[in-house]
């Protein structure tokens, strides 16, 4: 029925009856730039993953989750490779969908001629500014934005050198290296630093802080932080840690977002439920912080995820949507940009028992929160359950 229903809408949208409606819409209507997922080569192998990752109400932007990365592009020192990576390009550009494209420069996935190679500082500085040049360069102008140093923090937030041919040999000085050569490259595109255990205050966020600031004080552009997101059920807290934390990354001038929200909850004993109240927690905070450009989970079936017995995302491994798909859409508010939510994997709540304000909210649905206008009463038997000061969910 599901299958159904969505056929029907999407007949609906196309004569332009009911507007279309999906994640991505819905945080547009919010006011961001893109609700995204990770694609691989993998999901484009895979007509019925395809086909959702193709909807561009859903998801509005592409991250390549291997392909853009070192050991993909320079294989072997000065020779290129794009095949992979251009393909997922090339299916954004045709759905109108923007690229983070995800990174340059990490002290993982880079091919064994650079990490095996001895080389002195001079001779890897050059090596790290050719690789920027060519592959900013060959996508100038398709990236909205690039990951251009990822992960070069310890977890107290001091610089990694331990594991990272990058630190260990030319020391913090290659951040903003690689910044200024990605600008040099592509001088519209929006450079990031991303990290992960960055989400929340704490000494590697404030480290994330610092180097945003060295990156500014070389004079080198650096216009955002990337909090990677990778989360677990339960685990998530409250949404006003998240909006303080990127307030700070604000306040530093650069924009943020959440670039590989994925949150884990065990698939032996799932907790979908929490699981899409976290994820409504973050959906929550993001709107909530106007430097958040948006958020871009790192899959969005739990068929093709990192995690291993996770079930972290949002689609379940049969791509049927998940209750994390309802709260994600309620959290943004609805599609004209505010008012009732609506909800699209359960039944239409019924509007004739409603016992106050004229309205039920359906299973999963919200039903309260900082700043909520819609319906307040859940339809039997759901109860309204508190998860945080700006979300409340039938459950
Ligand atoms: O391509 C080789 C293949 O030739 C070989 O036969 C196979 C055998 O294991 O390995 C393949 O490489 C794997 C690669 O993914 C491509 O599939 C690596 O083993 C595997 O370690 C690698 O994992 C990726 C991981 O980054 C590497 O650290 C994950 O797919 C990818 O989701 C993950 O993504 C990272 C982000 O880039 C940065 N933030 C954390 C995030 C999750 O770890």
Redesign the pocket.
């Known amino acids: 029925m599901p299958a159904l229903k969505s056929i029907l809408l999407a007949a609906l949208a196309s004569t332009g009856l009911v507007a279309a409606d999906g994640l991505n819409s819905r945080a547009k209507a919010a006011g961001k730039k893109y609700f995204g997922t990770e694609v691989s080569g993998q999901v484009l192998n895979d007509g019925s993953a395809n086909a959702i990752a193709k909807n561009a109400e859903d998801f509005g932007q592409y991250t390549c989750?291997?392909e853009m990365k070192f050991d993909a592009t320079e294989p072997s020192r000065g020779t290129f490779s794009y095949g992979n990576a251009d393909k997922i390009v090339a299916q954004a550009q045709a759905n109108g969908q923007l690229m983070r494209c995800?990174?340059l420069v990490w002290h993982?996935?880079v091919p064994s001629w650079v990490t095996n190679g001895r080389f002195d500082n001079a001779t890897l500085i050059s090596i790290m500014k050719n690789h920027i040049a060519n592959v900013v360069g060959h996508y100038k102008g398709k990236c909205y934005a690039w990951d251009v140093v990822?992960?070069a923090l310890n977890e107290d937030g001091s610089y990694r050198n331990s594991g990272s041919v990058w630190g260990s040999t030319i020391g913090p000085a290659f951040i903003p290296i690689a910044f200024a050569a990605a600008a040099a490259a592509d001088p519209a595109a929006k450079l990031y630093y991303n990290d992960?255990n960055c989400d929340r205050p704490g000494a590697k966020s404030t480290g994330a802080q610092n180097l945003i600031k060295m990156v500014k004080a070389y004079g080198a552009p650096i216009h955002g932080m990337g909090l990677?997101g990778?989360l677990t059920t339960g685990q998530v807290g409250s949404a006003s840690q998240y909006v303080s934390n990127m307030q700070a990354f604000a306040n530093l001038g650069v924009d943020v977002a959440f670039t590989?929200l994925d949150i884990a909850t065990p698939s032996s004993s799932p907790n979908f439920g929490q699981q899409a109240t976290d994820y409504a927690t973050i959906v929550s905070a993001c709107k909530q912080v106007s430097a958040c450009v948006g958020i871009t989970t790192?899959g969005f079936t739990d068929k093709y995820t990192?995690i291993s017995n996770s079930a972290p995302l949002i689609w379940n491994t049969n791509l049927q949507k998940k209750p994390a798909y309802d709260a994600i859409l309620n959290a943004w508010g609805s599609s004209s940009g505010g008012g009732t939510p609506t909800t699209t994997t359960s039944a239409p709540a019924a509007t004739s028992s409603a016992p106050s304000g004229g309205c039920t909210a359906a299973h999963w649905a919200q039903c309260g929160g900082q700043g909520y206008t819609g319906c307040k009463t859940c339809e039997a038997p759901y109860k309204c359950t508190y998860g945080n000061d700006w979300y409340s969910q039938c459950l």
């Open positions: 989750e291997n995800h990174a993982s996935q990822n992960e992960y990677q990778h590989e790192w990192w």
